[in-house]
């Protein structure tokens, strides 16, 4: 067994062509590993690639090319071991509405082929908080709740890695809490947790490591911090004791001046020291009144790099 959850060389997919239109290329080559034990980042724009790689790994999809190993099992030699080994919570639901919770995922739990006496309904329904709607129909549940069922579903068979596509999409702050308190947890015992997110603040919070997908290609991977780190950009943000307006800056140096009387000036800190651009503003007779910095985030990062393409 390798420290790898996931192990992915030259995946390709091709949808055929419909009518008047053409064969798409979805994927062109993926190479991806995820470290066990991780809590990875799937990202890129709509129509990237991602849903196709997910369903690819959940065996919905069937590859053109490539190879893809879960949890060391070749999907092409092992196909049940690996399906075995990955859950995927999905983006859309798709719960019968005359299922209860319970027996969702005792349904569930069968089609996995989980013996009775090993089926941990009661102790998952308590995990997603359902258990006082172990017995209500499905229909009846609130958009939350439902969400928190597909996670359930997802759990039924026990799997090392859980495949969270898109999870809050559209879910309340309490609903979103307590999902990633469900998550560490999980990941805390052992699973590895596959994210793929548009919230990328919940991915620069939770992931350790990110894939970035455009264009059906990886664009890049690496650790969450080293791409933080990619962006030498810092915004020094200050409010003039007094209103003021922007100083006389140089060419390397971008300046703002906010509706609420705020100066932001940009910067490169390799470059330019912090201390450069307070004596600029010492120096035009401005008064300090409060200095504040702004770091550049995974969202200045993923712009950046998917304008690029």
Not at 57 to 81: E, H, Y
Not at 201 to 229: F, K, P, Y
Request: net charge negative; charged share 25%.
């Amino acid at each position: 067994m390798t420290d790898n959850a996931i192990e992915i060389q030259g995946l390709k997919k091709t949808y055929a062509g419909t009518g008047k239109a053409p064969a798409k290329e979805a994927l062109k080559g993926i190479d991806l590993t995820i470290p066990r034990g991780s809590i990875f980042g799937l990202l890129g724009p709509n129509g990237a690639g991602k849903s196709t790689l997910i369903n690819i790994l959940a065996g919905l999809v069937v590859k053109s090319a490539g190879t893809v190993k879960i949890w060391g099992f070749d999907q092409d030699k092992n196909p049940r071991q690996s399906r075995a080994a990955i859950g995927v919570m999905p983006q859309e639901p798709n719960l019968d509405p005359f299922f209860t919770p319970a027996g969702s995922l005792d349904v569930q739990a069968g089609l996995y082929g989980v013996p009775k006496a090993q089926r941990r309904t009661a102790e998952i329904l308590d995990l997603i908080g359902l258990t006082d709607k172990a017995d209500a129909y499905a229909r009846s549940l609130s958009g939350g709740m439902r969400r928190r069922l597909l996670l359930g579903k997802a759990l039924v068979h026990s799997p090392q890695i859980l495949v969270l596509d898109e999870p809050t999409a559209g879910v309340d702050i309490e609903l979103r809490n307590m999902l990633w308190q469900n998550v560490r947890k999980l990941n805390e015992q052992g699973m590895t947790i596959i994210l793929t997110t548009h919230y990328l603040e919940e991915a620069e919070e939770m992931c350790d490591d990110i894939a970035i997908i455009n264009h059906g290609e990886v664009i890049i991977r690496d650790s969450t911090q080293n791409l933080l780190g990619r962006l030498d950009s810092k915004t020094l943000v200050i409010t003039p004791a007094h209103p003021a307006e922007l100083p006389a800056l140089p060419e390397e140096i971008k300046g703002d001046k906010a509706a609420d009387g705020t100066l932001s000036f940009t910067y490169q800190s390799e470059k330019t020291p912090a201390d450069q651009i307070l004596s600029l503003v010492r120096d035009a007779g401005i008064m300090i009144k409060d200095v504040r910095t702004q770091e550049a985030d995974l969202e200045d990062v993923f712009l950046s790099l998917t304008r690029a393409q």
